[in-house]
């Protein structure tokens, strides 16, 4: 069956409709889904076929008025026939009428409760692997394939797809529940669920200009769900951070490009663009999170971000206090990524060969090879030092991994502009 040849507008537009839905409400049903049969491969599996079916009936057929509950109902049916077909020993028949039941009640009225925190909490249960936590989180929840979760995480896609395989049965073999812990059982969670909003995040950021509209649906998620966070626990520091972090960066985002495209670093960006009011909130956020007894590591980077605004609004040069904040972080974490952005700081209060010296440690760390920000900076200092080989080298390196066309262009013109 196929629409008559003028009728390819409204195809398209349908498959724009259920690509959008898919997108937007993949984590919500994943999440609904998953909550009622502990199961989240095989939620996973069933909603996969019903975006399926969408992307095939939806531009023959027209969107449903409800598209939200039909991808439901869809998945619905495959999780039954799933259950039937292949647990019939382990799922008593009562049990299945009961998820049926459930399951059709909520795509009928189209009453799906978000239980997207719920399932993250889920994720960050102390039987699953700590390491994959996050990572599932950011799979089960906001949808990311695994490529994409082993470059924020600075792994292998096969070797995260394996960890991701293996958290999935962990849930369905210890019956996990899916459901906010009891507040004693937060601390245990909660930092993970905050790694994976802001890697989520951080990957929607990658799009600076908002023109990748899965990446800029992602930013808007992780920004809900930070919000999310907060609202359940309004006096947790490290939520509070987080979100004061993640508003410093959004305000500045229609900074970072010119008029004509280019990439604009923080330095050369002008304040006035920024969004004065997210700034506002996310100032108002670390008052009230240093007014708790206890210091993270997103507090001490939302201050960073902080420094950062207030050195390019007022001109006041605090390169020593951001190095405190970044010697007090690395301190906490240990991340490589930190004693990159640590270095760069060194570098403006002790000179560029002090700044390589800090990051020599971090240079041992295998993951870096692949990872574009150690290239620029390593470029950036050696271009101080004078050793103009090695850093057209390094630059060569870093144009190469960089995905974003202005980001290259940028580094390019770095690169043309040390001396022969």
């Known amino acids: 069956m196929s629409l008559p040849e003028g009728d390819a507008q409204p195809r398209d537009d349908a498959r724009k409709t259920a690509d959008a839905v898919a997108r937007r409400s993949y984590g919500k049903l994943v999440a609904f889904l998953a909550a009622r049969t502990r199961d989240v491969a095989a939620a996973e599996d069933a909603l996969?076929?019903?975006?399926?079916?969408a992307?095939?009936?939806w531009p023959l057929k027209g969107c449903p008025e409800n598209p939200e509950g039909w991808l439901l109902t869809v998945a619905r049916r495959k999780v039954i026939d799933m259950y039937r077909g292949r647990r019939r020993h382990e799922i008593a028949g009562e049990q299945l009428r009961v998820l049926a039941e459930g399951l059709d009640d909520a795509a009928t009225n189209a009453k799906i409760p978000d239980q997207r925190l719920a399932l993250m909490f889920a994720c960050g249960h102390p039987a699953i692997d700590a390491g994959v936590r996050a990572p599932l989180i950011l799979q089960v929840v906001l949808g990311l394939d695994a490529k994409t979760i082993a470059s924020a995480f600075l792994t292998s896609p096969a070797a995260m797809g394996k960890r991701l395989g293996r958290a999935k049965d962990k849930i369905r073999q210890a019956g996990i529940p899916f459901s906010v812990p009891e507040r004693g059982e937060l601390p245990g969670r909660l930092d993970t669920v905050l790694d994976a909003i802001y890697a989520a995040f951080t990957e929607g950021w990658t799009d600076p200009g908002g023109t990748d509209v899965a990446r800029r649906d992602l930013t808007e998620e992780a920004m809900f769900l930070a919000r999310l966070v907060t609202e359940l626990l309004p006096t947790e520091p490290e939520a509070l951070g987080l979100l004061a972090l993640m508003l410093h960066a959004e305000a500045r985002r229609h900074?970072?490009?010119?008029?004509?495209?280019?990439?604009?670093?923080?330095?050369?960006q002008d304040p006035a663009l920024w969004d004065s009011q997210m700034i506002d909130e996310a100032e108002a956020l670390l008052r009230h999170a240093s007014a708790v007894d206890s210091i993270g590591r997103y507090q001490l980077e939302g201050a960073l971000q902080s420094a950062h605004v207030y050195r390019c609004r007022t001109g006041h040069a605090n390169w020593a206090e951001v190095v405190q904040l970044y010697d007090a972080l690395f301190a906490l974490v240990g991340s490589p990524v930190v004693a990159i952005n640590r270095a760069l700081?060194?570098?403006?209060v002790h000179g560029a060969s002090a700044a390589l010296d800090a990051m020599q440690e971090a240079a041992a760390d295998g993951r870096l090879a692949e990872y574009q920000p150690y290239w620029a900076a390593r470029a950036e200092l050696l271009a101080k030092t004078g050793a103009h080989a090695e850093a057209r080298h390094a630059y060569e390196i870093a144009i190469g991994l960089e995905r974003d066309a202005s980001v290259r262009r940028f580094l390019q013109q770095r690169q043309s502009a040390l001396a022969p």
């Not at 996969?48 to 079916?53: H, K, L, P, V």
């Not at 900074?255 to 050369?268: L, N, Q, T």
């Open 48 to 53: 996969s076929e019903a975006f399926a079916s």
């Open 55 to 57: 992307l095939a009936d």
């Open 255 to 268: 900074a970072r490009r010119s008029r004509h495209g280019d990439y604009v670093p923080i330095a050369e």
């Open 345 to 348: 700081a060194i570098a403006e």
